[in-house]
């Protein structure tokens, strides 16, 4: 039986990692930028890198939607979306199918689910999820993601036949549009990255419910952190900045349409 909750997540983004080079940096930053705390869990053997370590959970108004992690797996760095699916094993072997690196074998993280972390065939990183937590997916602390297209555009056929997300509008050229799922909800806004962000790679960023407003490029750089663009355009929200951390991770800080 599907429950409520299960059918609530499938094939939407129900959770992130930010893999960073600097904890208490990052730590600070996303405090003080998106007014998250933190809750520290102690693993015995860490999924990524094994050994004894301490996995952060971020909170807002007691949500979970996010953990942090110094280091990072090679290749990913910055952060990585998760997407639910009905099975892990089956979405990576069809997600290698279609031309997807698998960066990450599927995973079972105890307490938490499996996990599988991918390439899409245009170099952005993304993992996808079977939840076993009760957690919702996460709706105060983020929006919908964005997708930074690089040279090759949205791979949207490749979406279709993993999570049967759709592109709108559906050309083959297109570089700015929406990714919708079942129910026609908005999971991703597509558009092309400001200039000094990054290559020709294609890159998945999480947008952070906040206060897109004139004191936040303050705020970002008193943090060592960048502002990319202070007045980017996006159809969820009434403003919106593409800011990047201390650590080099990209995001965007929006406000809620009212």
Request: net charge negative.
């Amino acid at each position: 039986m599907v429950t409520d909750l299960a059918r609530d997540k499938l094939g939407r983004v129900v959770w992130h990692d930010l893999f960073t080079p600097d904890l208490e940096r990052a730590r600070i930053f996303y405090h003080r930028i998106a007014g998250w705390n933190y809750v520290s869990e102690h693993a015995e053997d860490f999924t990524w890198g094994g050994g004894e370590r301490d996995y952060v959970l971020a909170l807002l108004s007691g949500e979970a939607g996010a953990g942090l992690i110094e280091g990072s797996v090679d290749p990913p760095s910055g952060w990585v979306p998760y997407v639910e699916v009905q099975c892990v094993d089956r979405a990576a072997e069809l997600a290698a199918s279609l031309g997807a690196k698998i960066l990450k074998p599927p995973v079972e993280v105890e307490g938490v689910g499996r996990n599988c972390l991918l390439e899409d065939p245009c170099g952005a990183v993304f993992g996808v999820s079977l939840s076993r937590h009760a957690f919702p997916r996460p709706t105060m602390q983020f929006g919908p993601e964005v997708y930074l297209t690089g040279a090759r555009g949205f791979p949207g056929e490749f979406y279709r036949r993993l999570l049967s997300w759709r592109f709108e509008p559906d050309q083959a050229d297109q570089r700015r549009g929406r990714v919708v799922c079942t129910a026609d909800v908005v999971v991703a806004e597509v558009g092309a990255a400001p200039p000094g962000v990054h290559g020709d790679t294609a890159d998945w960023i999480p947008s952070l419910r906040g206060q897109a407003r004139r004191a936040l490029s303050a705020r970002v750089s008193s943090l060592a952190g960048a502002v990319y663009d202070p007045s980017m355009e996006v159809a969820f929200a009434s403003a919106a900045a593409m800011i990047g951390d201390p650590g080099g991770a990209i995001s965007v800080v929006f406000e809620d349409l009212t």
